[in-house]
C-alpha cells in the first residue's frame, strides 16, 4: 500500500481512520506483538483505486 499510493504507513493509519470507504485492514497474527503483519484483500484496494481514478470524492 504503501509504494502503491506513494504515502507513509503513518498516513495510510490516518487514512483508514478518517476515510469510510478506505480499504480495510486485515491483521495476520497476535496484534501488538512481532507476529503480527497488516494487510488489504486486493479487491476492496482495486476497488477504491477505481473509485478515486473516477474522480469520486471517496470520503462521501
Known amino acids: 500500500m504503501q509504494k502503491l499510493l506513494g504515502a507513509s504507513r503513518a498516513t495510510i493509519g ?3 481512520r478518517e476515510i469510510p470507504n ?3 485492514k486485515i ?3 497476535t496484534p501488538r506483538t512481532e507476529n ?7 479487491s476492496e484496494v482495486e476497488a477504491y ?3 478515486l481514478e473516477a ?4 470520503a462521501a
Do not use: I, M, Y
Open 14 to 16: 490516518r487514512w483508514h
Open 22 to 24: 478506505f480499504p480495510r
Open 27 to 29: 491483521k495476520n497474527g
Open 36 to 42: 503480527c503483519s497488516t494487510r488489504f484483500l486486493v
Open 55 to 58: 474522480g469520486v470524492d471517496a
Open 49 to 51: 483505486l477505481e473509485v
